[in-house]
């Protein structure tokens, strides 16, 4: 072989163009070295654990690991048709609403086409268009919150995708649902409008709605849901989404035939039943979301009202009191955070709604981060 021609030769197989552009989503922390014991608050999940029902059915699955699970994870969406009023033909379950939000745009966007998402909206959107040879398009937002106008001022005749987290992660903030439908109304009818409700549960305002009436009425918009948060199935990685029959069927198609493991369909349909574990969770969340965000104020830092499981705290470009700087203080004390620069807010941390004992810690070491006196918890 010429000299060349085998310098010209790559050594093996070569990703498409733009794959290697994709920077890679880096979960949340779980540990930090040398320090014995870690509270992990990075990564949004819930304290209370799972409901102890879907434990125990999770471990009735044991001795049947050797048979493939039902392709259709018919137990599950029938739970989750009964919760919700829904007919089980029109949801799809997936492992975690990530692999959903793949499938989707795989399915709806190609080479050339668009996607678009809010300027803080969850990395994975414009990482699946990337990858699906598409473009990303960001829409501005106003106050870390969507921006209707900014969204449909961006959109285009290659626009095929419309992602909107609601509420959003890392911000917390939400649209109400006067403005989605006014999102939904403002869209061409081939933009499929992709409504992320992870975090729905939580959310007490009243103006707020999931989209689940959209995705039940509109031919072009789907809702999708998690069992990772509320729910405290995380590790079984577990999500479902509803949408129109078409949209549903299309997904189906290119679904990998036993998505969803026989023990996360087993605990996730007991887990959406235990209306018990669910209000505890809530409980929890009610009391403590609103006391670590007057706690943080109170110490100097602001902090964006959110209706998540999670607050953005925000820190001042000082040198010593930088985000990076209370990154490294609150790590050093087992209290781990999320940085959240690669969301375009190098100023900031999430921090998730904990157990008691961690919150207080964080709250203690925050104020001594900030010389101030802690805030009664």
């Known amino acids: 072989m010429p000299s060349s021609l085998a ?81 089980p033909a029109r949801i799809i379950c997936g492992t975690g609403s990530d692999e959903l939000l793949a499938l989707i745009t795989n399915t709806f966007i190609g080479p050339g086409d668009e996607g678009l998402y809010s300027r803080h909206g969850f990395l994975v959107y414009k990482i699946n268009i990337m990858g699906a040879g598409g473009v990303p398009v960001e829409a501005e937002e106003t106050d870390l919150t969507a921006d209707v106008d900014a969204y449909l001022s961006r959109v285009t005749e290659k626009t095929r995708i419309v992602y909107l987290a609601n509420p959003n992660n890392p911000t917390g903030t939400y649209l109400p649902f006067d403005e989605v439908k006014r999102l939904h109304a403002g869209l061409p009818p081939h933009v499929l409008l992709v409504l992320d409700a992870a975090y729905a549960e939580y959310v007490r305002s009243n103006d707020y709605a999931s989209g689940l009436e959209l995705a039940l009425t509109a031919p072009n918009v789907v809702m999708t849901r998690t069992f990772s948060k509320i729910h405290g199935l995380a590790a079984l990685r577990l999500g479902w989404m509803v949408g129109p029959e078409r949209v549903v069927d299309a997904l189906n198609r290119i679904r990998g035939p036993f998505n969803v493991n026989a023990p996360a369909i087993a605990a996730g349909a007991a887990a959406i039943a235990d209306e018990a574990h669910l209000a505890a969770s809530l409980a929890h969340n009610d009391t403590w979301l609103p006391k670590l965000a007057a706690g943080i104020a109170a110490v100097g830092l602001r902090v964006t009202p959110s209706v998540g499981n999670f607050l953005l705290i925000h820190f001042p470009r000082e040198p010593g009191r930088t985000a990076a700087d209370a990154d490294s203080f609150l790590s050093a004390r087992g209290l781990v955070l999320r940085a959240v620069r690669a969301y375009g807010l190098p100023d900031a941390l999430r921090m998730t709604v904990g157990t008691a004992e961690a919150n207080t810690l964080v709250l203690e070491a925050l104020a001594e981060f900030m010389g101030r006196s802690p805030v009664n918890s």
Do not use: C
Not at 24 to 50: I, Q
């Open 7 to 87: 310098a010209a030769t790559p050594a093996g197989p070569v990703p498409r163009p733009g794959i290697l552009d994709i920077a890679a989503y880096v979960p949340g922390r779980d540990h930090v070295e040398g320090v014995a014991k870690v509270y992990k608050l990075s990564s949004n999940e819930t304290p209370l654990g799972p409901s102890p029902k879907a434990v125990e059915a999770f471990r009735g699955t044991a001795e049947s690991l050797a048979i493939y699970p039902d392709g259709g994870a018919t137990a599950l969406r029938q739970a989750i048709g009964r919760k919700y009023g829904i007919d």
